[in-house]
């Protein structure tokens, strides 16, 4: 290039005229290597298989799934299976993969380019503000098509399979889980129940709950003693009453009566009340049992006793009548007044007998009842003591029993998930689209060599071109002169061809086209050779 000279597009464009053949012969020449490159790669097939997402078919309103993580999370736990080395190997020797590859290199190498040509793409949706997915893509390149395809086929059974794998081993594990805890909060359970029901009978009648049961008990038996002391005064005043009235009528009746002298009269009882004789005493028992026949049962200990003292009376009686000599007068009758009198005094002597009673019944029972109330009043005031532990054991009972109730519902809704999983009713891949058989290879990785081996060559030309114009120092034109010289051109003299120049340029026109006919011969028999016209797309 001429020093000081200002060179425009046209003359960069006269440059790359002049060396027009120096650019496009490496540009051929890189074309036809990148052809001979891209002839050696094979053909790589790609094969796809779309697997739909179905949701649970029963609501999880009714069902609760035991299963939380997101579909998008668990494709990629489920993503790291099927592509981890246990899986891959076990795949390349059972599909029998990559047979060349294996001779060359070692099965760890073999699996990372099995990975690479495994493509598992998520088809991501947004729902209520997450993302979830509904399908997803599994893909796989490899020379052989049929083989891509079934290799395919087999990596999205892998899918499939561990999915309900895992998800039936998750429920089945939840359930263990749930059922192992349960067990133990039950044995925890019981254990707090034999403790509480062992506090029970050791502070029975003092535990707090049953503070209430003994103020109501005490207030009962408060009533109870207030009713028992008002009847026994009652009892004791009409007692005294009716022994003064029938210590007034035996007065009355002894001064009243006239002495009479009867032969072999009935000898009076000085033990029985007011001097009764035997006969009297035996009427008297009479009545008394038949009244007591009205109030009690036959069974009553008092009915017995009545009877157990008429049967003596009567045996009394007979031993009287058998002392009396033969044919002595009876007694003389009594008169009505003296009759009626003494019918009112057996009845008195009847009631008092019958309060006594009463108030031998009744002073026990007083004493019972305020005994028991003491019992009560001790009961509460031992209420404080026993009132921290009880609240201690019943404060982890209802724990322990609101785990329980807890536990058995959800040990109880995991049983039903995982029998919707062994079902095969919970969330499960399904085939929407099977693996296809590729007719094209994928990708244009052939026409990129292609493409780079004639660029190349091309920036190879442009190159070499411009190192030798940068290198030419040669005027060209009487404008270069005058400009970079500055002076001025007084005539232009013709270049002169001698037979030497002529003999040059044609031996070197020879060479040229000798060379370009071989290079064109051996590219031609080259194409022809490695077939190089498949591999230009």
Known sequence: MLPGKTYTLTDFALMAWRRRWLIVAPMIVGAYAGLIVSSQLHD?????????????????????????????????????????????????????????????????????????????????????????????????????????????????????????????????????????????TRNKLEEQDRKLQDFRQRNAGRLPTQVNFNMQAIQTTQLAVQALVESLARDRDRKLMLERLYNDARTEDATAAQPATLVSAPQRDPSSPAGQTVQEQLMAAREALARLEIRLTPEHPDVARARRSIQELEARAAEEAARLPKGSAPAAAATPQQAARAERLLQMRAEIES???????????????????????????????????????????????????????????????????RRQIGEQFRVLDPARLPFRPSGIVRLQVNAIGALGGFAIGVALAALLEFRDTTFRARDEVMQILELPVLALVPYVSVETDIRRRRRRRWLTSAAVAMLVAVGTYGIWALRLWKHLR
């Open 44 to 184: 790589i097939y790609q094969s796809e298989m779309l697997i739909q997402v179905v949701p649970q078919q029963v609501p999880n309103s009714y069902v609760q799934s035991t299963v939380t993580m997101r579909t998008v999370d668990r494709l990629n736990a489920l993503s790291q299976q099927v592509l981890s080395r246990t899986a891959l190997e076990a795949l390349i020797e059972e599909m029998r993969l990559y047979g060349p590859e294996r001779q060359r290199k070692g099965m760890q190498d073999i699996v990372e380019v099995m990975r690479d040509n495994i493509d598992v793409e998520t088809v991501v949706t947004a729902r209520a503000g997450e993302k979830g997915a509904d399908a997803f893509y599994v893909r796989f390149k490899y020379p052989d098509r049929e083989v891509a395809t079934r290799v395919t086929s087999r990596l999205g059974e892998l899918f499939i399979n561990l999915n309900a794998r895992d998800r039936g081993n998750l429920a089945d594990a939840t359930n263990e889980f749930l059922e192992s805890q349960l067990a133990e």
């Open 355 to 421: 309060l006594d009673r009463q108030i031998a019944f009744k002073e026990p029972e007083e004493q019972r009842q305020r005994a028991l109330l003491a019992d009560y009043q001790s009961r509460i005031e031992a209420v404080p003591g026993v009132e921290t532990e009880w609240t201690a054991l019943t404060r982890d009972y209802d724990t322990l029993q609101e785990a329980y109730k807890d536990l058995l519902t959800k040990s109880e809704q995991s049983k039903v998930a995982a029998d919707l999983e």
